[in-house]
């Protein structure tokens, strides 16, 4: 008889817009694969490093701690490194990584400073010693310089937690006060030196698991994730974070009691039992690996499957809102006019009506979402009065190799402020509710961008994200960049965390819509200039 363990698998702020996001399914038996699409950099724990004892005093434990307490990180870069994403400086993106933990806590503070100790003033090394010694977190990126490798570890000594990236391999890593032992094997997972705490030395190793997992995923979303699960772990409760773990037993007994025939018949469906091997393959917060599982091997045994066990019964007892930060303005004029609720919905219909689509998606700052190439929007009014819908048509490629159609169906309502909506979709049987702002579009229609933030409530996942769109799949032009980077800012994104959209070989897209829909109310889509084809 197969062991059966139920495990959530969230990502916090990163979903797929439109897409069930990381699915937190059924899964068989308990192994993960390591799954990175960029060539990866060794980090500081593939190498292997001096064991002692350590000195810290581990204090409270997080149960007692005031999740309030403010959490200091001192990021520490090499002088002119250069990160994978997209080739922004580490630096860059430590920045930019300082300011997105701001969203999940205000309390999350970190101070970000290049490793040329030795050209500093005084009163910058005074500063980053000051810092030091309150410390909770020191981040080590790409440090090699010998000099400063000695400076930090004359004055790291008492910092609870240091994790290094790319670094000399002097420098000693350490969680919740315990430093790291590397096994001979060259792969990124690590034990403590402590084994006469058996629990305590496996919850560590499924801490840096996940850790050095989602670092080497390199986009934006998981380096902050990374730096979260140390503060959840070690320092005090991340309340996002809450639902990465499920609830045991009590979630096997609700599926049992309410879901018994569709957990039979999903186990008994190729298909879907196909998906849970699948899933049980990927680390839970490899949104990558899990929603190409999903994608891949989508049958009605899966959605009836997760509707019950999911969105009906909340086997899992999960919870998640829509992120209410960043806050995103929308545009409030379009070719000199006051956008109005109209306007803005015609500005989604975009250029459906001249072409068979109304965008198609250039880029996103979403790694799951934008794995998918061709990926064609269409948004339309409805037969009944009022009504608006969005639906995706994209492809996947499958686990087995074949590329496949996929389509989604979201049902669109008005916002209170012209440019916003709420999006609502029902995908492999979980409900995902989303906020929708049309932050641009150029008066040509020559591109646009969309920035969206939602949650799949019973899955305790939330996200957001924004997506770049164009007639033909094609990047604006060099003349645009400036408003397109204008807009990006607008977002809180940089142009270095979008994800480029394969638009190379899309034949035959499932296109169309409803009979008895209709498109544009003002803007006429004979108006619109330029061939775009």
């Not at 039979?264 to 186990?267: D, F, G, Y």
């Given at each position: 008889m197969t062991s059966i363990k139920v495990l959530p698998s969230t990502l916090l702020d990163s979903g797929t817009p439109g897409f069930y996001p990381t699915h937190p399914f059924l899964q068989i038996g308990c192994s993960h694969r390591n799954t990175t699409h960029i060539t990866k950099i060794r980090s500081n724990f593939s190498r292997k490093t001096t064991i002692r004892a350590t000195n810290t005093t581990i204090t409270r434990g997080l149960e007692s701690q005031d999740i309030n307490e403010r959490v200091k990180i001192v990021g520490i870069?090499?002088?002119?490194?250069v990160s994978p994403l997209n080739s922004a400086s580490w630096y860059d993106v430590m920045l930019h990584t300082a300011k997105r933990l701001k969203w999940v806590d205000d309390g999350f503070e970190m101070l970000v400073f290049i490793d040329n100790i030795e050209k500093s003033s005084d009163q910058t090394v005074e500063t980053l010693t000051k810092e030091l010694h309150y410390a909770n977190i020191l981040v080590l990126i790409s440090v090699t310089n010998e000099e400063s490798v000695k400076w930090i570890q004359q004055n790291s000594q008492n910092i609870p937690n240091i994790v290094c990236f790319e670094s000399s391999p002097a420098i000693s890593n350490k969680l919740g006060g315990s430093f790291i032992q590397r096994q001979t094997r060259g792969d990124i997972f690590s034990k403590l030196s402590e084994i006469s705490q058996p629990k305590k030395v496996y919850e560590s190793e499924e801490v840096v698991k996940t850790i050095y997992e989602a670092w080497d995923r390199y986009n934006s979303d998981d380096i902050r994730f990374s730096l979260l699960v140390i503060i959840n772990a070690y320092i005090r409760p991340v309340s996002i974070l809450k639902n990465l773990r499920a609830q045991g037993f009590s979630t096997l007994s609700c599926m049992v009691k309410n879901c018994g025939p569709q957990v039979?018949?999903?186990?008994l469906d190729p298909n879907c039992r196909k998906a849970l091997q699948c899933l049980n393959q990927c680390s839970p917060v490899d949104q990558v690996c899990n929603y190409q599982c999903i994608a891949s091997y989508e049958s009605p045994a899966l959605e009836e499957f997760s509707l019950c066990v999911l969105q009906k019964n909340n086997c899992l007892e999960l919870e998640a809102k829509i992120p209410e930060k960043p806050y995103v303005p929308p545009m409030n004029r379009f070719r000199g006019k006051d956008l109005s609720h109209e306007i803005a919905e015609d500005l989604f219909v975009g250029w459906l009506g001249n072409l068979d689509w109304s965008w198609r998606v250039v880029a996103g700052q979403n790694p799951a979402y934008d794995q998918f190439p061709c990926q064609y929007q269409l948004f339309y009014?409805?037969?009944?009065?009022?009504?608006?819908?969005?639906?995706?048509?994209?492809?996947?490629?499958?686990?087995?190799?074949?590329?496949?159609?996929?389509?989604?169906?979201?049902?669109?309502?008005?916002?209170?402020?012209?440019?916003?909506?709420?999006?609502?979709?029902?995908?492999n049987g979980v409900v995902s509710n989303e906020f929708w702002t049309i932050v641009d579009v150029a008066a040509d229609f020559s591109w646009g961008l969309f920035h969206y933030s939602g949650a799949a409530?019973?899955?305790?996942?939330?996200?957001?994200g924004a997506v770049l769109v164009s007639p033909n799949g094609e990047y604006p032009n060099e003349r645009e960049r400036g408003e397109l980077v204008s807009a990006l800012d607008r977002c809180h994104i940089k142009e270095w965390e979008l994800f480029d959209v394969d638009n190379c070989s899309c034949k035959d897209p499932p296109l169309g819509i409803p009979q008895g829909s209709s498109l544009h109310k003002i803007i006429k889509v004979e108006d619109l200039k330029g061939s775009f084809k």
């Open positions: 870069v090499g002088e002119g490194s039979l018949n999903c186990l009014r409805g037969k009944a009065k009022g009504s608006f819908w969005y639906e995706p048509v994209f492809q996947v490629k499958t686990i087995d190799g074949e590329l496949v159609w996929r389509r989604r169906k979201y049902r669109v309502k008005r916002s209170k402020v012209p440019g916003t909506f709420n999006f609502s979709v029902l995908d409530r019973v899955a305790g996942q939330s996200y957001t």
